[in-house]
């Protein structure tokens, strides 16, 4: 995390020298991280009870939010479910909040308990929520624990051992720790440390059918912090990492080893890295953008770049880390823009059209994740710190306000697939 964020402060404050701006004062953002992470410091002393209550009794499923009747339809809603990792300033309780998010307000409907440093993720048909953290107080640490919830009830219905959760980085989600495979079957967890001999980084999974945690892992060594995982077809994992400016494609055995590992170098600029990497609703492609905005496209059956394009960002802004998304329909991108001293936030969103590149950037505020509606005729931020759900028409003749309060510390958004 500490070299994202030097590398990140370095080419924001070159890209404001050539753009005529005041240089960001770099003490102060480091002041700031510290502080945050000070914060979630002290926080955590507040697990001493989660501690004692998850290893006594286990996390239970809390809805007092789902009334026992059905909650009022809101028109035009999206179900989205939030990472919350600091519910009511408890680091130690993080969560995913379920809402209804209709065209001028927000309504939570179910939450989710994890633990500490949560991470989440929906499967394809929206069904099961897995979730992965662990409760910790200090160098003292429960079993690092996935737990599958089923959607439609807000049930805890399954919860196995995970070996060696890596937990978030710095209390920013900026990158995925857990992702599904596209048929559901299997959920792969970023586990270990990089560069820990005793515990190198890799990725667990877990058989979504049979309910249990394979017995084996698949090493990642020499992919460095920050990956952003992209199941592909079968058993193939597709592994981004700006730390190196790799993707690896991984095929995992039936006991979760690693079989075989091609690695694909991503050409990006000398001072930079790939910020952010998405693929394809249809699986074909994936779109690794670079912190300067060079954009490989990537053949995933042919596993090789088949095309680059360089996009023109506005004066002062690189892309922040990890904010890039796609559209529903795979036409377009969404690019986060920072042009602020804290380069894992943005004020910008720049939509890029894949088929004639063409681009259209809005400004939104400051937003630390977002993600585009089912439908793709809005899209979804929220920014760490805050509390709101907010949101913006892809259509610019359209105006649309916030949406509310929606959680305490939200860190990433998951739009659930329509029915």
């Avoid at 693929?279 to 912190?291: F, H, I, M, Q, R």
């Amino acid at each position: 995390m500490k070299l994202i964020e030097d590398r990140l402060r370095d080419a924001l404050d070159a890209k404001a020298v050539g753009a005529g701006q005041p240089v960001p004062i770099a003490k102060q953002r480091v002041r700031r991280i510290r502080i945050m992470q000070a914060t979630y410091a002290l926080l955590s002393v507040s697990a001493v009870i989660a501690l004692l209550v998850a290893t006594v009794f286990g996390l239970r499923v809390s809805r007092t939010s789902r009334p026992d009747v059905a909650a009022p339809a809101i028109v035009g809603a999206e179900r989205l479910f939030i990472l919350d990792t600091s519910p009511g300033g408890k680091a130690s309780e993080g969560a995913v909040v379920e809402v209804r998010a209709g065209p001028t307000e927000a309504t939570v409907v179910e939450r989710y308990p994890l633990g500490s440093d949560p991470d989440a993720v929906l499967s394809p048909d929206g069904s099961r929520l897995f979730g992965v953290a662990f409760v910790w107080l200090s160098d003292i640490t429960t079993d690092d624990r996935l737990r599958v919830f089923d959607t439609s009830t807000g049930k805890l219905i399954n919860e196995v051992d995970v070996p060696d959760w890596q937990g978030s980085t710095g209390g920013f989600h900026i990158s995925s720790k857990i992702a599904v495979a596209q048929d559901g079957g299997h959920v792969y967890i970023l586990v270990g440390a990089p560069g820990a001999p005793d515990r190198p980084q890799s990725l667990a999974t877990f058989d979504a059918v049979s309910g249990t945690m394979l017995p084996e892992v698949a090493s990642l060594d020499g992919c460095g912090a920050g990956p952003t995982i992209l199941p592909l077809s079968g058993q193939t994992v597709m592994v981004v990492c700006p730390q190196t400016n790799e993707a690896h494609f991984l095929t995992i055995g039936a006991f979760g080893v690693l079989e075989s590992s091609q690695v694909l170098a991503l050409p990006v600029e000398s001072d930079g890295f790939v910020s952010g990497a998405v693929l394809s609703p249809n699986g074909e492609t994936v779109y690794a953008v670079s912190l300067n905005g060079l954009v490989l496209e990537i053949d995933t059956a042919g596993r090789r770049i088949v095309g680059d394009t360089q996009l023109s960002l506005p004066g002062g802004h690189i892309v922040a880390v990890p904010l890039v998304r796609i559209s529903p329909t795979g036409e377009s991108l969404f690019v986060g823009l920072s042009g602020g001293p804290e380069s894992i936030r943005a004020d910008l969103v720049m939509e890029v059209n894949v088929s004639t590149w063409k681009q259209e950037t809005t400004s939104t505020g400051t937003f630390s994740a977002f993600e585009p509606a089912s439908d793709g005729s809005r899209i979804f931020m929220v920014n760490s710190g805050g509390s709101a759900l907010d949101q913006f028409a892809t259509d610019p003749a359209v105006d649309l306000g916030g949406l509310g309060r929606v959680a305490d510390e939200p860190q990433a958004i998951i739009v659930a697939p329509t029915p």
